[in-house]
């Protein structure tokens, strides 16, 4: 039975390939135009689950905007596997329509055809908002909220999921809660994540591969068109081949942060 | 669980609004006492006691005459009002949105909002002569600027957020306009809606009386003027402050707190 298995050479094709020549920002306010990203070249397998790090300011935000077609302002290309990608974003706020509730924020992005084939019940439940679906956002605690906008982010199926730090500002149980349930999610739903995050402990806790970016410091030396801008590219890119398991124990953390990111 | 059903529902408890009312009969009830001492004292017909007022409002009312007056300006107020807010929303909207026609209209606003309604009445009825439309225009210009200032600062503010979120997830123009962007826009409208009525309502008097209108409580008012007869003129001013608080009571405020039900 092996009809389903794909020919070697579309398995192979990336789910993302990104090709970031340049990014520059205008000059803003007597500050010069300068660059941000440069040379950002990366394919993003099916079904991986991409984290890309690096210090603030550095640009990564800025390149999961330009996947997200959201900042169309740079030389390069994104082209996605699928022609008609589905994509999801699960942004750094939860970005919920405060006039909605719960299940009709959740509801609202779904295409037409699809709002009966959803399960939203089940998909409540399972990110523990059951019996909240009636409820208004602002009603709800941060961490609420980030549950739901986690839940909309995974009721499209999409093809593509891109996070933006999406569990800054928790206190740590909460934000390690999330961090499990986006696994579970990701595992039952298997779909390609790009996830942005500078946190180095989260980064090898959800990845399967990380990706660094980084730049010469705007202190080194810099000068002409690009004082004062980073001009970031890929600087390390490391596969991370922890288990469920160990994604859980603070030693195999702590040991494969050690192994990307140094001491 | 139990938590989050005790979020979604969330009522304010009803003694609340009893409260409130007792508060305003008491203050009333203190006004009309005021009311009936100031006219004993003074024993002049140029202040009657509420209970002359009364009863002319109750005989008004049975000639006919009050209704006929009252559904005159109620017909002036609604199609200023509305001609105010459509267009006030649009100029708000367009200022709100486009940086260029804000910094072009922003001195026609200003004029606008500190020309005199006197100024706007009188030259709207000898440009455009004596007629209904005239009395629905002057009045709807006085009210336009607020309404587009009001708008504007909802347009302004709307969230960059929500608008990538819905271009993100490919909500289509249509979804986006419904569900994100006309709700942010709710709470401006209904705010210029309260201050619009009452606003309106008071030109649309004046402009009655100045006009030289056959019908409306404008036109009563000013024929009761001429002959002094206070009485007639507080029996009017009455009545129709009693109608524009049904209005407000009965349709604005519901919409108002309908639209603001999400707010914590």
């Known amino acids: 039975m092996n009809v389903h298995t794909p020919p070697a050479d579309i398995a192979a094709a990336p789910a993302v390939r990104i090709a970031v020549a340049a990014k520059t920002w205008p000059p803003v306010a007597g500050r010069p135009a300068h660059t941000v990203l440069r040379a950002v070249n990366l394919d993003i397998a099916p079904r991986s689950f991409v984290v890309v790090s690096g210090p603030s300011g550095c640009g990564k935000s800025t390149l999961l905007n330009i996947v997200a077609g959201l900042d169309r302002d740079y030389n390069g290309s994104i082209a996605f596997g699928a022609a008609d990608a589905r994509l999801s974003f699960i942004f750094q706020s939860p970005r919920l329509l405060p006039w909605k509730t719960v299940q009709e924020n959740i509801e609202i992005v779904l295409p037409d055809g699809d709002r009966r084939r959803a399960n939203i019940p089940e998909l409540l439940s399972r990110v523990g908002l059951s019996g909240a679906q009636s409820a208004f956002p602002e009603r709800l605690s941060l961490g609420m909220q980030r549950r739901v906008a986690i839940a909309r982010g995974f009721v499209v199926e999409p093809d593509i999921l891109l996070m933006d730090e999406p569990f800054v500002s928790l206190d740590d149980p909460t934000a390690d809660a999330l961090r499990t349930l986006v696994l579970e999610l990701w595992h039952r739903h298997p779909t390609t994540v790009l996830f942005v995050t500078h946190d180095r402990r989260e980064a090898v806790r959800l990845a399967t591969r990380i990706i660094r970016l980084g730049g010469p410091d705007a202190t080194a030396g810099d000068t002409g068109d690009n004082a004062g801008g980073r001009r970031s590219s890929v600087v390390a890119d490391h596969n991370v081949t922890l288990s469920l398991d160990e994604r859980c124990s603070a030693e195999h953390l702590l040991a494969e942060q050690v192994r990307v990111f140094g001491a | ?264």
């Open chain 2, 1 to 264: 669980m139990s938590r989050a059903a005790d979020l979604a529902s969330d009522r304010r408890p009803a003694n609340q609004g009893l409260q409130r009312l007792s508060w305003a009969l008491a203050s009333l009830a203190t006004l009309v006492l005021i009311w009936t001492v100031a006219s004993t004292v003074a024993q002049s017909r140029h202040l009657p006691g509420p209970g002359t007022v009364f009863g002319l409002v109750v005989y008004e009312a049975q000639t006919g005459a009050l209704w006929i007056s009252l559904a005159a300006t109620l017909l002036r107020v609604a199609a200023a009002f509305t001609a105010a807010m459509l267009i006030g929303s649009a100029i708000g909207l367009a200022m709100g949105r486009n940086p260029t026609a804000d910094k072009f209209f922003d001195a026609w606003l200003i004029l606008f909002l500190n020309l005199p309604a006197l100024v706007i009445i009188a030259l709207s009825y000898v440009w455009l002569g004596p007629y209904e439309t005239t009395a629905i225009l002057a009045v709807a210009i006085n009210k336009i600027p607020n309404v587009a200032v009001q708008m504007r600062e909802g347009a302004r503010n709307l969230s960059r957020d929500l608008d990538e979120m819905a271009a993100v997830y490919k909500l289509g123009w249509l979804k986006t306009l419904q569900h994100v962007t006309l709700p942010q826009l709710a709470p401006f409208f209904a705010a210029s809606a309260r201050s619009g009525l009452a606003l309106v309502w008071k030109i649309v008097l004046v402009v009655e009386a100045l006009g030289g209108h056959a019908t409306g409580v404008g036109h009563k008012i000013y024929v009761a003027f001429q002959s002094f007869d206070v009485g007639m003129i507080l029996a009017y001013a009455l009545a129709f402050i009693v109608v524009i608080q049904i209005v407000e009571h009965t349709l604005l405020q519901p919409l108002q707190a309908r639209l603001n039900r999400w707010k914590r």
